[in-house]
Every structure is written in structure tokens, then in C-alpha cells.
């Protein structure tokens, strides 16, 4: 079975401060992991992929196969960073995607 | 606008009324999929849909039922819809591309049955 766990419901971080987001995943095959993010009010959007190893807002994510995490991480926080992030993964032969229960970011000014 | 819209977007019911939530893409989009959104436990997969007539449950099915007899279309179908139904209702599509399977949401429905 496929599970997707986000260690934190909240955290809590200064403007300027660095943040990161853990995100852990159990799957026995090759996984596809996103982060989302949610704003106040606003539908989910995509933030990240790991296959296409982009950095979006200043934040990046790195795959670790090993550990089998995807931590999201931004250098320095900003205000704005504020709203809740859930890490996803796809199972692209079942078709079955399963998210984290989300993490709420709340950047301190 | 490539889009994905749901109705109604807030909808307050009593308990064994049926009731559809309708959702449709103009993005030609293959998959979509049904999620629910509680306060702690996340978004989770009701159903799915791969292409036209073929769905498959996700993690919490029970008391749903979905249709997808054209790709544009996927509603959701409470049909005796019971008080732990409450939740925030999002559907999304997506097509899977060479950057995995970006999935597009829409503005959730928040439903609420008494």
C-alpha cells in the first residue's frame, strides 16, 4: 500500500528564517511526488514535481530514495509563504494518487 | 480559461436525501479523481477515473458512486448521504504528461449534511 506522511500539522517559522517541510512516503515501486499548496481560500495548486527538479518561489524539493523522503525546503521565508502544503504521490500504473495530511505554514513578519 | 469547475459550490442537505455533485474540465484531460478534504486528516481519494468508463475506488469509497460516461464529465453521487459525509468535496483532473501527473483542482464544494 502506498502512504504519504507529513510528520508536522503546523509549523511555525520568522520571515528570513529557512523552512522545510518533511514529507515521507512508503511505495514499493518508483514513486512520482508533488507538493501542493494551498492559500487562504484558494483552490490546491501544484508547487512542485520531483521529476522535473524545478524550484518554484525559492522553494526546491529533492527525491531521497534511500531515506524515502521529499522534503520541501526554502532558504528564506516570506509572508506570503503562509498556507498549507500537502506532499502527494502518484501511482502511475494503478492510477491512484494519495496525499499527506498537509502541513500549515504560518510565516512569522 | 483551461478550467475545472464544480456545482454547487455550497450545499447543506438532509441525511438520506441523494444528492450529485457535478464536476467537468475543458481541458481534455484523461484522469479525474474525487477527494475530500477533513480538518487533520488531509485530502483523501473518494474515486478515480482513468479515461471514459473506467473508475476505480480510492481510499474512502463507501457511500459514493461516480460516473464517467464522457471525458469532460465526472460527478459525484451521494445516494443517501449520512452526517460523517460532511467535508469539503474536491474533484481534479489532470493528463499525464512527461512532468508526472499534474493534478488540476477545482474550488471544492463544501457540503454539509444534517
Known amino acids: 500500500a502506498q502512504r504519504v506522511t507529513q510528520p508536522e500539522k503546523l509549523l511555525s517559522v520568522f520571515k528570513g528564517a529557512p523552512v522545510e517541510l518533511k514529507c515521507n512516503y512508503s511505495y514499493s515501486g518508483s514513486p512520482e511526488l508533488f507538493w501542493y499548496v494551498q492559500y487562504s481560500r484558494q483552490r490546491l495548486q501544484l508547487l512542485l514535481r520531483?521529476?522535473s527538479r524545478e524550484s518554484i518561489k525559492g522553494f526546491t524539493a529533492d527525491l531521497n530514495k534511500g531515506e524515502t523522503s521529499f522534503h520541501l525546503k526554502k532558504p528564506f521565508a516570506q509572508e506570503e509563504d503562509s498556507a498549507m502544503y500537502y506532499c502527494a504521490l502518484y501511482n502511475r500504473y494503478a492510477g491512484k494518487s494519495t496525499f499527506g495530511d498537509g502541513t500549515t505554514l504560518t510565516v512569522k513578519p | 480559461e483551461a478550467q475545472v469547475t464544480q456545482n454547487p459550490r455550497y450545499l447543506i442537505t438532509v441525511t438520506g436525501k441523494k444528492l450529485t455533485v457535478t464536476c467537468s474540465q475543458n481541458?481534455?484531460?484523461?484522469?479525474m479523481s474525487w477527494y475530500r478534504q477533513d480538518p487533520g486528516l488531509g485530502l483523501r481519494q473518494i474515486y478515480y477515473?482513468?479515461?471514459?468508463?473506467?473508475?476505480d475506488k480510492g481510499d474512502v469509497p463507501e457511500g459514493y458512486k461516480v460516473s464517467r460516461k464522457e471525458k469532460r464529465n465526472f460527478p459525484l453521487i451521494l445516494e443517501s448521504p449520512s452526517p460523517n459525509q460532511t467535508s469539503l468535496y474536491f474533484c481534479?483532473?489532470?493528463?499525464?504528461?512527461?512532468?508526472?501527473?499534474?493534478?488540476?483542482f477545482g474550488p471544492g464544494t463544501r457540503l454539509t449534511v444534517t
Open positions: 481541458m481534455n484531460h484523461e484522469y
Open positions: 481534479a483532473s489532470s493528463q499525464y504528461g512527461t512532468g508526472g501527473l499534474e493534478q488540476y
Open positions: 477515473s482513468m479515461n471514459v468508463e473506467v473508475t
Open positions: 520531483h521529476i
